[in-house]
């Protein structure tokens, strides 16, 4: 399996993680700095009958009568001013808590554009604003009352430039995502993944996969029991060409126990292969076979009988050439045996195993048929079976490839059979 097309498949999971999820409530202070001193507001308070009633329905909110609270603040009627805005944000604050969310930002929004709270309410009725247009996937709209509340109360929050953020991956404007993330990085006091993720996405969105890199790093060390940021890490370092850290993160990951589905086994069987490690190659893929992870199936089978040979064991790549030959009834696989079989001088088994390749009903093709022949013939003949090896030397001669040395090797059995009183 091609490398780019095991890391395109597993990075494909970043373009889903663009979209994060923040709590509803306020801006935590430790994440939030202020960076310019604005002019503040005289303190306004409600006038003698809109508290009167307004202190009714807090009294019912308060015992979560939200249906009780919400008629007493329908029915009280506010000409303007303050009194107004803040029964639109009571009221916006209502519905919420009775999850009519977009009853509840026609309210809140009223409020907000009113500008007339005073300075903490207004503060927080602009990024209440902002956060709820983005749950409700207003990105553009969003954007303006998270500007709002920035240029409002001159100040700067991890979370409000990670919604920001998140609304300019949405909106596909890629560029501005990296610099609002970075700033909501900084300002986090306790790393938060959430900015990290948005990074990650915005580079693989534009195939900038090796800025990637460093943000992945990050991830680990944020979230090291994690296991898709270790994979992801591997697969970014497979697409930068880096192997030898796509190996380490692999192998690292698979110490961790985080390997547990048959392509990542292969990855990481693919990766020791491509560095010629082949033993500890076969190692991973033999454990994965046998915990039921890699399927016993002749392409399988096949693949670790190779990786056995490379890895110079050559009993065990006798062993799953036949698995993969039975699995398969596939020739080529009993080819390969028989041929191991024979070099070990284990003739009785190699002529079972390349009978097997002749007549199997799928891989043979081209002049292999005729380098089978051929091989039976070699065991026949160390087997002192000098009529059946000539026979099988009648079969080589019809191929190209092989009838010359199958016509020496004519000569040669016939003299040993003749030396040896053996008519032929």
Do not use: C
Not at 39 to 46: E, G, M, S, V, Y
Request: hydrophobic content about 40%; proline content about 3%; charged content about 25%.
């Amino acid at each position: 399996m091609k490398m780019k097309k095991l890391a395109s498949s597993l990075l494909a999971v970043l373009a889903l993680a663009g979209t994060v999820t923040l709590s509803q409530s306020a801006v935590a202070e430790d994440n939030v700095v202020q960076v310019k001193q604005v002019p503040k507001r005289k303190t306004q308070a409600l006038s003698e009958s809109a508290g009167r009633s307004v202190s009714k329905a807090y009294d019912l909110f308060s015992k979560e009568d939200y249906a009780g609270a919400l008629k007493i603040m329908l029915d009280m009627s506010p000409r303007d001013g303050y009194d107004k805005a803040y029964v639109d944000r009571f009221i916006g604050t209502i519905y919420y808590y009775q999850e009519k969310y977009d009853q509840s930002l026609q309210y809140l929004k009223r409020a907000a554009d009113s500008s007339q709270l005073n300075q903490v309410e207004q503060e927080g009725v602009l990024r209440q604003v902002g956060q709820m247009l983005q749950q409700q996937e207003k990105w553009k709209e969003s954007l303006t009352y998270l500007d709002k509340w920035m240029d409002y109360s001159g100040k700067e929050s991890a979370d409000v430039y990670t919604m920001m953020a998140q609304a300019y991956y949405q909106l596909k404007q890629l560029d501005k995502v990296v610099p609002l993330a970075d700033k909501a990085i900084k300002l986090y006091k306790k790393p938060n993944k959430n900015p990290y993720v948005l990074k990650l996405a915005a580079y693989f969105d534009r195939k900038m996969y090796k800025p990637m890199i460093p943000v992945l790093e990050e991830l680990v060390k944020l979230e090291p029991k994690e296991k898709q940021w270790w994979m992801q890490l591997g697969q970014a370092y497979m697409l930068v060409n880096n192997t030898d850290k796509a190996l380490a993160t692999y192998a690292l990951a698979y110490k961790q126990g985080f390997l547990t589905k048959e392509n990542e086994g292969k990855v990481l069987a693919q990766l020791y292969a491509n560095q010629d490690i082949p033993y500890k190659s076969a190692v991973i893929q033999e454990k994965f076979m046998k915990a039921g992870l890699i399927p016993q199936d002749e392409s399988s089978l096949s693949t670790l009988a190779n990786t056995w040979h490379n890895a110079k064991e050559l009993d065990k790549a006798i062993d799953y050439y036949g698995k993969a030959g039975e699995a398969g009834d596939n020739g080529k696989d009993f080819l390969k045996q028989g041929n191991l079989l024979l070099e070990q001088e284990k003739y009785k088994a190699a002529i079972v195993a390349l009978n097997k390749a002749v007549n199997a009903k799928t891989g043979l093709s081209h002049s292999e048929p005729g380098r089978a022949h051929l091989a039976l013939a070699q065991a026949y003949f160390f087997q002192k079976s000098y009529l059946e090896a000539l026979q099988q030397i009648k079969l080589a001669k019809n191929y190209d490839d092989t009838k010359k040395t199958a016509t020496s090797w004519e000569g040669y059995v016939r003299d040993e059979a003749a030396r040896k009183n053996v008519k032929l």
